[in-house]
């Protein structure tokens, strides 16, 4: 139980162009995902919390028209990120909130061209 | 201020032997903690987690972990390693009073040699 998939798994994008990244708990619903950016050899950062039906939470220095975040249902979110650059190539996962607990997503690994 | 240390950055054993991975945190109340495990390009699965109750708990893959109040600490243990054990660890500290945001640590890598 508590299976949480990302689609897609990796992505190559051209600068300037918009790609979308989708969360989704299989078997479970989930009120509460979050997006996380991991850098290489490094720890997850916090971008978002997301909440059903309510706008996301954003951290500091995350900006918010640039990573748009939509929790449209119990158990999808999508992270959209506008205008890529170079810069957001990253490694972007995704978890779901079931109870006290998270569990993540197997990731996805954007390259921006 | 809530955080999470990983003072081990890299840890490397042979493959049989017993692996302790430390963790200590910082959190103003009781902490809900847990360990995950990452592979490389992978994402982050649950090993194990501590809410209240036994001190000890047991996860998968054999893993087993020690909640210590006294010494703010979390360790994680393992008494045989395998070489399929090689990946990162992460200890995060789940704070129910900001929204249920975690706070990880740095990771410990781990290498597993024959």
């Known amino acids: 139980g508590a299976v949480v998939s990302q689609h897609p798994s990796r992505v190559i994008c051209k600068s300037g162009t918009s790609v979308k990244i989708e969360c989704r708990s299989l078997d479970f619903q989930a009120t509460t995902m979050f997006w996380y950016r991991q850098f290489p050899k490094q720890s997850l950062m916090l971008m978002a919390t997301s909440n059903e039906g309510s706008k996301a939470t954003y951290e500091q220095g995350v900006e918010k028209d640039k990573f748009l975040i939509n929790h449209a249902s119990l158990t999808l979110s999508t992270l959209t990120v506008t205008s890529a650059h170079p810069e957001d190539s990253s490694f972007y996962i995704c978890?779901?909130?079931?109870?006290?607990?998270?569990?993540f997503g197997p990731g996805t690994r954007l390259l921006v061209l | 201020a809530q955080s999470v240390t990983q003072p081990d950055i890299h840890i490397t054993v042979s493959e049989g032997a017993s692996l302790e991975l430390r963790c200590n945190y910082s959190y103003g109340a009781t902490p809900y903690l847990f360990w995950y495990v990452q592979s490389p390009g992978q994402g982050l699965q649950l090993l194990l987690k501590y809410f209240s109750g036994d001190t000890l708990v047991q996860g998968i893959k054999g893993f087993e972990a020690e909640f210590k109040r006294s010494q703010s600490s979390f360790n994680l243990r393992k008494p045989s390693v395998h070489w399929s054990d090689a990946a990162e660890y992460f200890c995060?500290?789940?704070?129910?009073?900001?929204?249920?945001?975690?706070?990880f640590g740095t990771g410990t890598s781990l290498t597993v040699i024959p």
């Open positions: 995060a500290v789940g704070a129910l009073n900001t929204g249920n945001q975690f706070y």
């Open positions: 978890s779901a909130q079931n109870q006290e607990t998270q569990y």
